[in-house]
């Protein structure tokens, strides 16, 4: 899931699902953990890609594996502005994330820049200059 500072005019479904405890949907029920990265370490790792002698086939490039339960706690500590339903945040169970391991393209000498942190507050940053927040 790519989540971070956005320059279309509407909502990118990503993003729509990774800040859906703060917009007021439900897009995400039922879904416990997810793999993300920020847009510019996307780009800088196709990039990279393009331009390494070595790369061959398929890269994970995702930069972090999380719980929607510890996203939505750093939210709810990052951002107390935000209402948060507590009877959602105390119901969701925590879970260990699904594995899927950039190793392959991090062997290449390719780094990734941006943590969790920096991913929330660039989405909520141009949701708010968009309206959507």
Known sequence: MVVGPFICPHLPFSVSLSLATIL??????????????????????????????DAKGRYICSSLETSFHD??????????????????????????AVHLSPMKLLSLGFRFKYNLKD???????????KGFL
């Open 71 to 96: 996203f939505d706690k750093l939210i709810s500590t990052h951002y107390p502005s935000f209402e948060m339903p507590m009877k959602l945040l105390s119901e969701t169970e925590e879970e260990k």
């Open 119 to 129: 991913m929330v507050d660039g989405a909520i940053q141009s949701c708010k200059e």
């Open 24 to 53: 007021g949907n439900e897009s995400r029920l039922g879904q416990k953990s997810t793999q993300m990265v920020h847009i510019d370490d996307i780009v800088s790792g196709h990039i990279f890609l393009y331009e390494c002698p």
